[in-house]
């Protein structure tokens, strides 16, 4: 069966610091890869989605960006942090089902910018 | 107009009752919906896919209304353990794009 898994789960950082989140698929090829960012008490924000290795699509223009080295790995980063970039993370991954394609997610990562 | 739109809620109901909810698209040519349930601070996790002909499973039951482009989800004999924010997800095109409502709260008291 296929799990994905993100790490790390919570993480605290200051203003102006680097960030890496990383997420990995098993069980699937050449999934469609995705993050998402949900702020407090808000919906899901799409900021990533990828169809294959190095094809990444920017729905967001901010200070992050993600990259996949690998067909299932899928990396979100920035290299100065900013206050309004805390929120939960949510890596996902999408196969084609019986109605089209259905979308999964990891388990999240919950980020802090202090 | 937002592209899914849903009733942020609280629903607040006692054990036992039937709850529905709505959730509305604005694009007609959407073709596969979805219900997904978010627990406080967890992910979102299916919950059923919406088929042109309605469905079940237990005690919810899913429906989808193309000529007014809205689905519903029903909850009988509510328990406690289905508080949760309820999304309404539309995949527009069989594609990779998939567009969530912002979710409907549902508290299921004692």
């Known amino acids: 069966s296929q799990t994905i898994h993100q790490w790390p789960a919570t993480l605290v950082q200051p203003v102006g610091s680097p960030l890496s989140l990383e997420c990995t698929v098993e069980?699937?090829?050449?999934?469609?890869l995705y993050w998402y960012r949900q702020a407090a008490g808000r919906g899901l924000q799409l900021l990533f989605y990828?169809?294959?290795?190095?094809?990444i699509s920017s729905e967001v223009p901010q200070n992050l960006s993600a990259s996949r080295p690998q067909d299932r790995q899928f990396i979100l980063s920035s290299k100065k942090l900013l206050l309004s970039d805390s929120g939960f993370y949510l890596c996902?991954?999408?196969?084609?089902?019986?109605?089209?394609?259905?979308?999964?997610f990891g388990e999240g990562s919950w980020l802090t910018v202090v | 107009r937002k592209e899914v739109e849903q009733d942020p809620g609280p629903f607040n109901v006692p054990e036992g009752a039937t709850v529905a909810f709505n959730c509305t698209y604005s694009?007609?040519?959407?073709?596969?919906f979805f219900w997904y349930r978010q627990d406080c601070r967890k992910e979102p996790k299916l919950l059923m896919s919406?088929?042109?002909s309605g469905n079940e499973d237990g005690r919810f039951t899913a429906q989808l209304n193309r000529a007014s482009q809205y689905i519903s989800l029903l909850i009988r004999d509510s328990k406690l353990s289905d508080s949760a924010t309820y999304l309404c997800?539309?995949?527009?095109?069989?594609?990779?794009?998939?567009?969530f409502g912002p979710g409907t709260r549902l508290s299921v008291l004692p």
């Open positions: 996902a991954w999408s196969v084609l089902g019986r109605i089209g394609n259905t979308i999964y």
């Open positions: 069980g699937t090829s050449n999934p469609n």
């Open positions: 990828s169809v294959g290795i190095g094809q």
């Open positions: 694009n007609s040519a959407s073709q596969s």
């Open positions: 919406v088929y042109s």
């Open positions: 997800v539309v995949n527009p095109n069989y594609g990779q794009n998939f567009v």
